[in-house]
Every structure is written in structure tokens, then in C-alpha cells.
């Protein structure tokens, strides 16, 4: 099976949770769900409607908060950012521009358009894990940012004693990919980036760092 971050081959395939197949990539470190398991676009939709994340709920603007806090060292009034993979209400996007710099949002399914200026920031919270094709949506979020341009990302990532037959993180229908450490230090490698931060669990804070050309 071939990767759909990094395009090795040679992925190996096990049964998890609900008798899911999933593969792992022995070159990135990339989890994947087979794509026969992966949800419609109508069941997508249908999840995260039901995920009813808005600024009144407490839990959901305390998880955004762990993005947010440490990409505020990185991020002053001038900048222009997104919030990439907002969902059906753009919670982050509104929180930032409370206290500080401006900020797009989108989201496939409910906010579809791009802005057509080059960002300073991208924040992407509980988005990853939804990518069906990784490689194409970094190929994305990396042409959007200006160089020296930051990217946080939130989604929990697999370690190596995590147990895959019964982790929690895998039960989510949506989600379809999931990342370790070292998938991380494939796309900084591949996409141009370095790690500002890294909360070793969920945050990671990116910087590009070479002007990168699709
Ligand atoms: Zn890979």
C-alpha cells in the first residue's frame, strides 16, 4: 500500500479498533485508516455537526486554548493568519482576533474559499487527523504561508507504546490518519519547516523556513 504522505510502498497492515484495517508507514510513521473504512462526505458532515464546538462550550475553547497560547509567542497584531479545518464555527479564528492579529478561517465542507493573500500563521486544531490525502493538504497549508511563515498544528499523536489495538483517538469515525514524532520530522524535512515548539503530545508549533515551490 502506498503512503499518502510520503509515498513508501511498503506499509504493513493491522486490524485495530472495531476491526478497522489500518497501515502504517515504516518511512513517515503515518497511521491510516483503509480508505474502504473512511466516512462519506455525508457522514463527515453529519459528525461534525453533532461535535456542537461553539464559544459557549467551555471544554472545546479550553482544547483550542492549548493551540493557541503558544502560538501567541509567535504571532503579534500586523500578522494575517487562518485557521485551517475550522468546522462549522470559526471558534479559534474569533478568539484571536479578540486580542490580536487577524484571521481568516476555512474549512472544506462548511467554509470553502481561500483567501488569496499569502498568511503569516496557520493554526490547524483537530484537523489533521481528518486528511484523507496529507500529502496534497500540506502541499496546501505550506503554499499559503509566507516564508519564515509558522504553522501550528493540534492532533494527537502515536507513540511508540501506544497500544493501536484499543487507543481512543482511533474510534472517531472522521478520523482517518494519524501521526508520530517522526512523521513530523518528515514534513519538516520534506516541506521546509523547523519545530519552534512541541508540547510532545498534541502542539507542535512549525516555522517554514526556505521559500518552497509546489
Ligand atoms: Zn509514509
Known amino acids: 500500500m502506498t503512503c499518502p504522505l510520503c509515498k513508501n510502498q511498503e506499509s504493513t497492515s493491522f486490524i485495530g479498533i472495531n476491526d478497522i484495517l489500518f497501515w502504517k508507514c515504516p518511512s513517515c510513521y503515518l497511521i491510516y485508516k483503509d480508505q474502504s473504512f473512511h466516512p462519506t462526505p455525508n457522514e463527515e458532515e453529519l459528525r461534525y455537526n453533532h461535535h456542537h464546538n461553539n464559544s459557549e462550550c467551555e471544554g472545546y475553547v479550553d482544547s483550542l486554548n492549548q493551540a493557541l497560547e503558544p502560538s501567541r509567542n509567535y504571532i503579534d497584531k500586523h500578522m494575517v493568519g487562518l485557521d485551517f ?12 482576533e479578540e486580542t490580536s492579529a487577524e484571521c481568516y478561517h476555512y474549512d472544506p465542507i462548511f467554509f470553502p474559499e481561500l483567501p488569496d493573500e499569502r498568511l503569516d500563521f496557520v493554526i490547524s486544531t483537530e484537523t489533521f ?86
Open 85 to 96: 479545518g475550522c468546522g462549522p464555527e470559526p471558534v479559534l479564528a474569533k478568539m484571536l
Open 129 to 214: 487527523e481528518h486528511f484523507s490525502h496529507p500529502s496534497q493538504e500540506l502541499n496546501l497549508i505550506t503554499s499559503l504561508l509566507i516564508p519564515s511563515g509558522i504553522l501550528t498544528v493540534m492532533t494527537h499523536r502515536w507513540k511508540d507504546d501506544t497500544n493501536l489495538a484499543d487507543w481512543w483517538y482511533m474510534r472517531d469515525q472522521t478520523h482517518v490518519c494519524f501521526f508520530h514524532d517522526k512523521t513530523f520530522e518528515y514534513i519538516c524535512k520534506k516541506y521546509g519547516f523547523s519545530t519552534e515548539y512541541d508540547d510532545g503530545d498534541k502542539v507542535i508549533i512549525l516555522r517554514k523556513i526556505i521559500a518552497w515551490e509546489k
